[in-house]
């Protein structure tokens, strides 16, 4: 009865003979003492060997019930060794990118008919030395395969088979550089070399680079050592003059007005020694500028203590990220409800709720998430900030267990089609405190149930051939989450502290703040911190055992109804046009730029840099349309055209994130002004260096982007009626192009399209104008027809290429002496 083998290899296995199920000990093929094995997936196994299979093991039959040994059982023996199409996965797999099922009309196909070979080249589509051309076995969905395809029948199992026509693609040999380049620092300073941080028990991924150094932060798109990687290794973690540190628990944190000052500002200097405090300048020395744990002169410093001093080796830890609040018993909270919250900026005395001075009614501020507050609840404006604010309903009992730095948060995997874009998974480990609704994390060593194999998503996007493992965050950790029970704070209009005679019975005071919405004239109330102007000393009444500060109310607090704040929901679509030089997209990027999704990406997160767009996820679509001639006609008084295609764009506008004198404008024309500025002016035009910035693919953008056509044709930019869906053409498709623009009489118009186009053509562009009677005749003094109504609006005219060379030389001839 052992269990079964923790590293499991499957031999090939056939049942052991009986003609009349089941056979006795020693008859037909049962041994007589039983099978060798109790496993059929044991290591120990050797050809010749019996084994017996549980549960359908290695593809066994669950009912065989070939042997009795007091009880009927499954005996198989193995025959041989393990076959090529059984071969285990490899211990470093590497998927190959393109692998199509084998053809087959009608599944299952029989043995060797319509593409199923007798037998699969490899056993698992993961095995090492697979080539293109080769057939594998897909066992559990690896690399992209359908887990119930079964495409192929051999005998009584169905399997699924595929082909391998492409080879794995290597990871760009400058995947350093868009490392860099994606967290806005120069690509050209990456060092794949430089040791960001001193891993305890280091490993390499599967390019070989190992944990710890540049190449691994930078493969595995960990955005926390860009800084450090990409050309200032002064906040590498492993720099020499970084000392061991740790976070300050907020009972640590110095008190500014009491005289406890911080003197170093950066937990680098040379001069820490042992127990010196020191703030994070820049992350250096693995110290995190998002630590927030405690208020010094104003809130969310982030502060260290020096463990040990720097011995200029290099060798040091990370801090750990957030501090342990193992001797910090948390209280029961609620968060305030708005109309609760503190109008006066002196009523909160305690930054942090687990404050063991807490009492009862008192209210405290998140500092660090701690006892299962969060720090981006902003429920009041407190000091003119968006402030969180939590009350205690009740203070903390007994010791029990305490909420550490890191807990589980509720998770879910991402579908296929909300894989993110570069950039947007927030953190590389799921435990982290950090996370909250909303955000992405990626699995790291299977922290809080996920699974390092889940290979959801492919990310980073530049690299095809690798997948990981996003999960979205949709709940707190459920263990210290602050209740809600309703209560409300004021003080009422006048109290006054009773008197020896009027000291209540035990069991009668019901308020222990004397704060308390909820006080109506004639209750009592307890002095909780001196609130209301009432006295923590007065000792008026012996109550529950000691003296205590009781008041009585004499006028209560009448509350007038705050309205909540209210934001604009309206959304608005709006679609326009970014347009490049189609030559120069084929000569830079190369032919496929229409179908790339990384040429998209590189372009929306522009129009975020350059304040086209608001934030990535309101840039909704992106789709190229088809080349066109446009010309300096379109948009000024001179005459030149080009080639010239178009990025149609389709971005989303929501209410709340624009501005007061945004909400009234119209919505097309605030795109469009917002675009002319990117690419401009008025200021120095911010597309063309938003684009530049991210290198590579963003670079070879930067460098075939028409500015003069994309502000020009700006006013195409157009509103519609809602998000556009994957098959949808944009409406901004069906705004006609202007033709040359006619000037306010006939006379200019003519004579400005003479001078650079025959007569023919102009007679046929202005019907109306009668430009002939403007072309130069053979005598010496012409005779205009005078005519001053204004030029009509231009009939659509045949587009002229830069190549009309011939059109352009005749009409210059026809215009003699002009």
Known sequence: EDPPSDDRVCPNLEPVECDEKPCGPGTGGCPADGPDEDDCASKKLEVGMTCRAKDGQCDTDPDLDNCMYGKVRDVY??????????????DDPVCPPYLEPVECGEYPCGLGTDGCPEKADHGDCKAEGIEVGDTCRARDGECGTDADLNNCQYDDKVRNIYRVVGSPPAPPADYGKLYCASQGFDGNAYDRDRLAYKAEDPRADEMGNVEGSCAYAAYEDN??????????PDSCEADANCPVLRPLTPEECPDYDRGELVWYFECDNPELTKDAWCKSNNGECGTSKDLDNCYYKKPNADLYIVVEA???GGDRKRPT??????????PTLRALEFDECPIDDDEVFHFTCNDPMLEVGEICKSNNYECGTNKKLDNCVYKGKDADLYMVVDTPGPPGPKPTAKGCPQLEPLREDECPGDGLVEYFSCDRIELHPGMLCKSRENECATDRGLNNCIYPSWDEGRTSDIYRVVGDSPAYRPTRAPTESRCPIELRPLTENECPAEGTVNHFACDDIDLRVDDVCESNRGECGTDKNANTCFYGGKYRDLYLVVEEYVREPTPRPTYNTDVWYVDTEVRFNPQSLDDTIGGDWRTSTEVKDYLAEALVQADVADQRADVLKIKWGAPDVV??????RRLDSWDSVPAVVSLELRGRELAPDEIDEDKADLVADRLRAACVGPGEPTLRAALEVQGNVGADLADSLDETATAGLAWRTIERDGPPGDDDDMPIDDVPFPT??????????????????SVDFCVVEYPACNCQAWAPVATSEPTPVVASAPAPAPVPRKKKKSSDDDEIIEGMDNAGAI
């Open 740 to 757: 040359s623009q006619p000037t306010d009489d006939c006379a200019t118009t003519c004579t400005d399209c003479l001078y650079y186009d």
């Open 310 to 312: 720097a011995s200029g």
């Open 321 to 330: 990220l957030l501090p342990t609040m193992e001797k910090l018993p948390c």
């Open 77 to 90: 023996r193995v025959v041989e060794d393990p076959p090529t199409d059984e071969d285990p996965p490899s």
């Open 631 to 636: 010309s300096d006609d379109m948009f000024s």
């Open 223 to 232: 955005g926390q050592w860009a800084r450090c990687c990409c050309g200032f």
